[in-house]
Structures are given as structure tokens and as C-alpha cells.
């Protein structure tokens, strides 16, 4: 009985010690090298790349084992998709690992960007199962992170050049009155009926206000160019055309002296409309006008085109009763120059009683204005008078954006909607706005829609900072003089770009010195780094706090100089 039991006990002995040799061990941080060394924020992605390996004799032929990437932060732990592995012996479809030989692997993920982050480390977790059994290995700390250095576009925005909506306002506008004198064919004397028509009416009134005010309105000149239709032959045409030229110019003269307008009187003739021939057969409901334009591309020669357009019989009698009568004329042009206000009448103006100027005068009074507080008043009495244009709100918008004042702002764009909604500054300062708030996805909808105004460049190359997409921000905003251009260089490892347009800044601010001491971390210039920082902490003492957890200087913490300058 005793000899019995003996060797139930040793047979219980050889099955645990079976059991447990199977179960595998723990794996060291050396079996996998993660890319990058330290985690770096990319846009609202955090992407990590390990690369491990199963050392030989480790992986059990009757197990399998899921590896799970773990990002851990204060409050909380973000969790990337597994990837399971499975020994030789083992019915499945995973990744099979010899247990011989060992084997390597490669994951890549990415996991979504919180601020807590900043602080935080990557760990891997593993669960083995074998049959019915499950447990689980020790967690292994890989990397720690995260470099948020991208984030700063979150700060950087709040200098960049917004998009200003600009006044149409122009002190000289060229204006051209003018008026057409039709003739009976193959006829050049003008016909009553002609020279009083509305349209010559209103001509001779406006050479007599032309006359009348000098100083408002400057004469170029007049023209006279007299036309005869493309039919008939060329020499009667052209003695036409001059006829009708000549008794034109007479009675426009007589008219300039009429109102006193001195000036210059230029005339000219066409002998052969064809260029107005084939306008106005565009304009035309012909039924066979297709075939007429491409009479006219087909030959240049005048007789041969007349010849060509006459065999299309269907429609040259519609030509004859509604196209050639309307090319008999002379055109009579008065060009003159319209002068607005100066700035010094436009302010006064403005001071008297500015429902007296016009929407664009008031616009650009705040150009001639150089007063903050005035310049705001001007603009509130754009809206107030044209409640339903959109540049006035948009640019109190500005103004309050620029002094860092975002609530009145989005007071200010929400009216701007109201009065256009598709305005593409309007959309571009909205961009802004939600960069600001960090919300990436609106801001790119907003920026879309606002990429033809000025500053449409600009706000994508921010756009593009906050995405990742460092190359497009670099090239988009490397023609600017500001932090955020200077950010896009440094993201893209552009150093020495980054560094010119960081000392071209004219009025640096704490996001400058603190880029420029980012920028010193990375070259391993000690001294650009502590210049950095003093300064960015002399404008901002908050920036002591953010540089003590900022990963960017994680070698020089512990460094006496450092410390000296932080506290």
C-alpha cells in the first residue's frame, strides 16, 4: 500500500513539474525597441512603432499570448489594438512563434492625443492561454512620452495674421459715359430722332455735370468711332464709315462748347464691322447661328464671308432686318475720372454726420485712423448703418482677437454670419477660433471655406501645424515672420530656417523665446536654450511650470542652470 502511494506522489510530482515548465516567463524591456524613443505628439495623434522579438526556448509550443500597447497618463490609460501570437502546436490562425528559433514582430499604432498625455508612458501587457488556463505576464514599460511640442499651435494662432476684410474704397474711379447714334443704310446724316434719344440725353448731361464740377470730375477725353455694316463693298463702306464719322465729331464738338467741357475730342472709323457682326449674332436667337460663326472662323477675306453668309438664305433676311441695322452707328464715349473725398474730408465727414458717406468711405476711415478707440467707433457705425455687410463685424472681430479677447470675437463673427454666412474671412477667423479651442475638425471645415481670402495661406499652414502635416505648414508659412512659421520649421527639422525667422520676429512674445529655447534643447545649444527661457518666463511666469514637465528639456532638469532659471 505505502509503495503504491509512493508512486502516485511521484507521478503527481513529474505532472506539476510538466505543468509548470510550460507556463512562460516574463520578457525584459531589451526584447523591444520602440520609434520613437521618446513618443511624440503628431497632430491629434500620438504614433508609436515597437519593433520586438521572442527570444529562443520562450514561446511555449501549446500557448497563446496577446500583447496589448497601453499608453498610461494621470487619470487615466489609453489602449491600442492587440496582436495575438501563437506557438507551433497550436490550432489557429494567428502568427505562429517557434519556439526553437524565437521570432521578431512589428506593431504600429496610434492613439488619440489628451493633454494629460504630456506625462504619461507606454507599457505592454500580455495574457497567455494554454487550453483552459489563462494568467497573465508581467507589464513592461517601453517608452515614456510625449513631446507635445506640435500642441504650441495652440498658442502660436493667437498672433498670427487673421484675415481682415478690406474697404472697396478707391479715390479715382474711372467712369465712361456713353451713347450710340444708329444711321439708315448707306446714309450719313444724323436724324433727329437719334440725337434726341435717351441715351444722348443723358450724355449731354453728363458733359454739362462734368463741366460743372472740375474738381470731382476730370475729363480724359471723348471719342467718336463711327462704324458701317459689313454688307455691300468695301470702298462704299469705308466712305460711309468716314462720313459718318465726320458729321458725328461735328455735332459732339458743338456740344462740348455747349457745356463748356474742354477736352480732347477723338475720332476714328470701321469701315467693316465684323468683330460687332459676330457679337451680336452670339447674342441672337438665330436658328442657324452656329453655322454663321463658323462662316466667319472659317474666312477672313470680307468678301468671300459676305459672299458665304449671303447662300445661307434661311437666315440672312433675319441678319438684314435684325442684326445690320444695329451696326450702323457711331459710338460716342465720354471717359472721365470720378475724384472722391480726401482722407482729411472723409474724417470731417465722419465727425459731421457719417450717414452722409458712403459704406466704403466708412470702411476706409479706419485707415486713415490710426486710434484703436476711433477705429473701433468706425466700425460700429458700419454696422449699425449697413447692418447686413459682413466686413464691419468681422473686422471688430479682429480687433477683439488681437487683444486676446475670443469670447467678443465669436460675438462679433456670429453676426457676421448672420449678414454671410460663405464670407471667406469670416471663415478663416472661425478657423481660428476653433484651432484655438483645439478642435481641429471644425477648423479645417471653416478654413475650406474661407481658403480665397488674403490670409487663406496663412490660416491653412496653421491648419496644416495642427494636423501633422509638417512639410505643407512649413511651405505655406515660410514666407511669413512669424511664431507659428517658426513652429512649422521646427517641427519639420528645418533648424536653421526656424532660427532666422525666430530672431526676424519684430516684437517676440513668450511663444517666441520659448521656441527658441525648444530650438536650443534640440540643437544642443545650452546657451539659446537658458536665453530662451529667461526671457519666455520674464513675459510669461506660467512657463516655468510647462518647462519643468516639457519633455523637450528632460536632459537638462536636473542641470544647476536650468533650475536657477526656472525658479
Same mark, same amino acid.
Given at each position: 500500500m505505502l509503495k503504491k502511494l509512493s508512486m502516485l506522489l511521484s507521478l503527481a510530482a513529474i505532472v506539476l513539474l510538466s505543468s509548470c515548465?510550460?507556463?512562460?516567463?516574463?520578457? *525584459?524591456?531589451?526584447?523591444? @525597441? !520602440?520609434?520613437? $524613443?521618446?513618443?511624440? &505628439?503628431?497632430?491629434?495623434?500620438?504614433?508609436?512603432? %515597437?519593433?520586438?522579438?521572442?527570444?529562443?526556448?520562450?514561446?511555449?509550443?501549446?500557448?497563446?499570448?496577446?500583447?496589448?500597447?497601453?499608453?498610461?497618463y494621470d487619470g487615466g490609460e489609453a489602449v491600442a489594438e492587440s496582436v495575438t501570437f501563437q506557438g507551433e502546436k497550436v490550432q489557429g490562425n494567428n502568427r505562429a512563434v517557434s519556439y526553437k528559433n524565437g521570432g521578431a514582430?512589428?506593431?504600429?499604432?496610434?492613439?488619440?492625443?489628451?493633454?494629460?498625455?504630456?506625462?504619461?508612458?507606454?507599457?505592454?501587457?500580455?495574457?497567455?492561454?494554454?487550453?483552459?488556463?489563462?494568467?497573465?505576464?508581467?507589464?513592461?514599460?517601453?517608452?515614456?512620452?510625449?513631446?507635445?511640442?506640435? *500642441?504650441?499651435?495652440?498658442? @502660436? !494662432?493667437?498672433? $498670427?495674421?487673421?484675415? &481682415?476684410?478690406?474697404?472697396?474704397?478707391?479715390?479715382? %474711379?474711372?467712369?465712361?459715359?456713353q451713347a450710340n447714334i444708329l444711321f439708315l443704310i448707306q446714309q450719313t446724316n444724323l436724324r433727329n430722332s437719334q440725337l434726341n434719344s435717351n441715351e444722348m440725353k443723358a450724355l449731354k448731361d453728363s458733359m454739362k455735370a462734368v463741366a460743372a464740377d472740375n474738381e470731382r470730375k476730370i475729363l480724359d477725353?471723348?471719342?467718336?468711332?463711327?462704324?458701317?455694316?459689313?454688307?455691300?463693298?468695301?470702298?462704299?463702306?469705308?466712305?460711309?464709315?468716314?462720313?459718318?464719322?465726320?458729321?458725328?465729331?461735328?455735332?459732339?464738338?458743338?456740344?462740348?462748347?455747349?457745356?463748356?467741357?474742354?477736352?480732347?475730342?477723338?475720332?476714328?472709323?470701321t469701315a467693316e464691322d465684323w468683330d460687332g457682326f459676330k457679337e451680336l449674332v452670339m447674342q441672337s436667337n438665330l436658328p442657324d447661328k452656329e453655322i454663321i460663326l463658323r462662316v466667319l472662323s472659317m474666312y477672313s477675306e470680307p468678301e468671300e464671308r459676305e459672299a458665304q453668309i449671303k447662300n445661307i438664305s434661311s437666315v440672312y433676311s433675319e441678319l438684314v432686318d435684325e442684326?445690320?441695322?444695329?451696326?450702323?452707328?457711331?459710338?460716342?464715349?465720354?471717359?472721365?475720372?470720378?475724384?472722391?473725398?480726401?482722407?482729411?474730408?472723409?474724417?470731417?465727414?465722419?465727425?459731421?454726420?457719417?450717414?452722409?458717406?458712403?459704406?466704403?468711405?466708412?470702411?476706409?476711415?479706419?485707415?486713415?485712423?490710426?486710434?484703436?478707440?476711433?477705429?473701433?467707433?468706425?466700425?460700429?457705425?458700419?454696422?449699425?448703418?449697413y447692418p447686413n455687410d459682413y466686413r464691419a463685424y468681422n473686422n471688430l472681430a479682429v480687433m477683439a482677437y488681437n487683444k486676446g479677447d475670443y469670447a467678443t470675437a465669436a460675438d462679433y463673427l456670429k453676426a457676421a454670419v448672420k449678414a454671410d454666412a460663405n464670407a471667406a474671412e469670416v471663415n478663416v477667423n472661425l478657423g481660428y477660433l476653433a484651432l484655438l479651442a483645439g478642435d481641429v475638425a471644425s477648423a479645417e471645415t471653416y478654413m475650406a471655406k474661407g481658403a480665397s481670402a488674403k490670409a487663406g495661406d496663412e490660416a491653412l499652414g496653421n491648419l496644416y501645424i495642427a494636423q501633422g502635416q509638417y512639410v505643407r505648414a512649413a511651405d505655406l508659412l515660410g514666407a511669413q515672420v512669424t511664431n507659428s512659421a517658426a513652429l512649422a520649421q521646427l517641427l519639420n527639422k528645418d533648424y536653421t530656417t526656424a532660427k532666422a525667422t525666430l530672431e526676424a520676429i519684430k516684437n517676440p512674445d513668450a511663444d517666441t523665446y520659448y521656441l527658441m529655447a525648444v530650438l536650443g534643447a534640440r540643437t544642443n545649444n545650452a546657451s539659446m536654450l537658458y536665453d530662451g527661457l529667461k526671457n519666455a518666463i520674464k513675459l510669461d511666469p506660467a512657463v516655468a511650470q510647462k518647462a519643468v514637465a516639457d519633455l523637450e528639456f528632460a536632459k537638462y532638469v536636473d542641470n544647476a542652470a536650468f533650475n536657477s532659471i526656472i525658479k
Open positions: 515548465s510550460s507556463k512562460m516567463s516574463g520578457l *525584459q524591456s531589451q526584447y523591444f @525597441t !520602440v520609434t520613437p $524613443a521618446v513618443l511624440e &505628439v503628431v497632430g491629434t495623434q500620438v504614433p508609436v512603432t %515597437i519593433d520586438g522579438r521572442f527570444p529562443q526556448k520562450f514561446f511555449d509550443k501549446k500557448s497563446v499570448l496577446t500583447i496589448t500597447p497601453v499608453l498610461k514582430f512589428t506593431m504600429k499604432m496610434s492613439f488619440d492625443y489628451v493633454e494629460a498625455m504630456r506625462n504619461s508612458s507606454l507599457y505592454l501587457r500580455f495574457t497567455v492561454s494554454r487550453g483552459r488556463k489563462n494568467y497573465t505576464l508581467p507589464e513592461v514599460k517601453v517608452a515614456d512620452g510625449c513631446v507635445a511640442t506640435s *500642441q504650441l499651435y495652440r498658442s @502660436t !494662432v493667437a498672433t $498670427a495674421n487673421i484675415a &481682415v476684410a478690406e474697404d472697396a474704397f478707391q479715390r479715382v %474711379i474711372k467712369q465712361a459715359q477725353n471723348v471719342e467718336v468711332t463711327a462704324f458701317a455694316s459689313p454688307d455691300g463693298a468695301m470702298f462704299l463702306n469705308e466712305s460711309v464709315a468716314t462720313g459718318r464719322e465726320k458729321n458725328t465729331a461735328k455735332y459732339v464738338r458743338r456740344q462740348m462748347d455747349k457745356a463748356k467741357l474742354e477736352g480732347y475730342l477723338d475720332t476714328d472709323y442684326v445690320l441695322p444695329q451696326l450702323r452707328r457711331a459710338r460716342v464715349t465720354m471717359n472721365y475720372l470720378l475724384v472722391g473725398r480726401s482722407d482729411e474730408e472723409i474724417m470731417e465727414q465722419f465727425k459731421a454726420d457719417p450717414k452722409q458717406l458712403s459704406l466704403e468711405e466708412i470702411l476706409y476711415a479706419t485707415v486713415v485712423s490710426e486710434d484703436e478707440a476711433e477705429q473701433t467707433k468706425i466700425f460700429k457705425t458700419a454696422a449699425q448703418l
